[in-house]
């Protein structure tokens, strides 16, 4: 219920400010929004993903945010041009689990020969602060996940590449078959 009071009060108070003036093409393409939003179980904490669009980029990037939900300050815990999505406390309360398209520092760039996984992937904070941390490395990254308990995630992600995949991508073919009843 309390999400969505939460959600409610945000879309109203959006257009309360906007309501005396008239939208353009840019207001809408550049407003800020708000997804994922999750309560801990305490119901103290919320966390949730704003996104916006970046001018530069020509494509949305999104950030991490958390907030006590008895009222006190918005808590950035995520900055930069990375995207970020489906933001899971754990039981306990203490760390946030969350998908990221951010690569880990000592990775190489990506595209670059042993770049490694790509994709979104699982990286965990402490809700106390600190740096985040990668926990999953999947080749084709991570499609969903949930907290079985404190210390384990159940996670849902694409297989790794086939044998004729591999091939494929050994011969730099970068052909696009339409139908290939042997390999599907």
């Known amino acids: 219920m309390s ?6 009060l945000a879309c109203l ?3 309360a400010a ?3 003036e008239k939208w353009t093409v840019d207001d809408v393409l550049f407003q800020e929004s708000v997804s994922g939003l ?4 305490d119901g103290k ?16 990037v999104s950030n991490l945010y958390m907030k006590p939900t008895s009222g006190g300050d918005e808590i950035t815990l995520t900055r930069g041009k990375d995207n970020y999505s489906s933001p899971r406390f754990s039981p306990d309360g203490k760390r946030i689990a969350f ?5 880990a ?4 760039a990506a595209g670059a020969p042993g770049a490694g996984p790509s994709g979104m992937q699982i990286w965990l904070m402490d809700t106390r602060g600190g740096e985040a941390w990668q926990a999953t490395r999947f080749e084709r990254g991570v499609r969903s996940f949930g907290w079985m308990d404190d210390n384990t995630l159940l996670v849902a992600a694409p297989e790794d590449p086939t044998l004729h995949d591999q091939k494929v991508r050994e011969r730099k073919d970068t052909s696009q078959v339409v139908d290939d009843e042997d390999h599907a």
């Open 3 to 8: 999400k969505w009071i939460f959600a409610g």
């Open 45 to 60: 904490l919320a966390v949730y993903i704003k996104s916006r669009m970046d001018k530069e980029k020509g494509e949305s």
């Open 38 to 41: 999750e309560l801990s179980r």
């Open 18 to 20: 906007t309501a005396a």
């Open 13 to 15: 108070s959006i257009l």
């Open 99 to 103: 998908l990221t398209s951010r690569r």
């Open 105 to 108: 520092a000592d990775a190489p």
